[in-house]
């Protein structure tokens, strides 16, 4: 997508009706799959942000318990050490593979 093949705008001057993906989230919602219709540009046009129509937006989709098990097993098979066995508070890691008792880095 090239910076000039759909309206821009400047920083703070987008129309109503639009929002970037960070303002949809907010809000509860999402693109729902539609492409943006417009972005904006700022920083000397070294940054930019697509904006999507609020009218044709969806509302987030939620994790079904199977999944929030899943997540909660991956996340804490990263904070379970892979030498001494014991999950600790903080993410092991990965550099060394082991928590930082194992490793000898505690001080």
């Known amino acids: 997508m090239t910076t000039t093949s759909f309206p821009t705008y400047p920083y703070r001057l987008a129309p109503d009706g639009l929002a970037t993906r960070r303002q949809l989230r907010a809000?509860?919602?999402r693109p729902g799959g539609?492409?943006?219709v417009a972005q904006i540009l700022w920083?000397?046009?070294?940054?930019?942000?697509y904006l999507?129509?609020?009218?044709l937006a969806a509302?987030?989709?939620t994790a079904t318990p199977?999944?929030?098990e899943a997540?909660?097993?991956a996340l804490r098979a990263r904070r379970t050490c892979r030498v001494c066995g014991l999950v600790q508070p903080y993410y092991i890691p990965r550099r060394y593979g082991c928590c930082l008792e194992c490793h000898g880095g505690a001080q």
């Open 27 to 29: 809000a509860g919602l």
């Open 34 to 36: 539609h492409d943006p």
């Open 43 to 49: 920083r000397r046009g070294k940054r930019v942000a």
């Open 52 to 55: 999507y129509r609020l009218d």
């Open 59 to 61: 509302p987030k989709r």
């Open 66 to 68: 199977a999944q929030r």
């Open 71 to 73: 997540i909660a097993k």
